[in-house]
């Protein structure tokens, strides 16, 4: 069965970065776009950042020139990088493929956490 393993969470300040990184079990996922999603206490999974197999890229509004999305298809692993992150960004966040038919169970997550 796929797996996905996201890591590369923590606490930060207002205004730091973190680098997100999510590993498939297997190379399914090299051909599949992906997204990073994140779901904060009490809302819903939402969708920040997504990224085609040929590395076209589109993101949410509110991480629009603060986020970077990437993959690396021969380490079957997305990125990503995070800068000027607000108190608004903390959530804990998941990789999936984009589209819901090609979906694997969602993984544990990576907590971000941004406090001063």
């Known amino acids: 069965q796929v797996q996905v393993v996201e890591s590369g969470g923590g606490l930060v300040q207002p205004g730091g970065s973190l680098r997100l990184a999510c590993a498939d079990s297997t190379s399914i996922f090299s051909s599949y776009a992906m997204g990073w999603y994140r779901q904060a206490p009490g809302k819903q999974r939402e969708l920040v950042a997504s990224i085609t197999s040929g590395g076209s890229t589109n993101y949410a509004d509110s991480v629009k020139g603060r986020f970077t999305i990437s993959r690396d298809n021969a380490k079957n692993t997305v990125y990503l990088q995070m800068n000027s992150l607000k108190p608004e960004d903390t959530a804990v966040y998941y990789c999936?493929?984009?589209?819901?038919?090609?979906?694997?169970?969602w993984g544990q997550g990576t907590q971000v956490t941004v406090s001063s």
């Open positions: 999936n493929a984009l589209s819901p038919l090609r979906r694997v169970p």
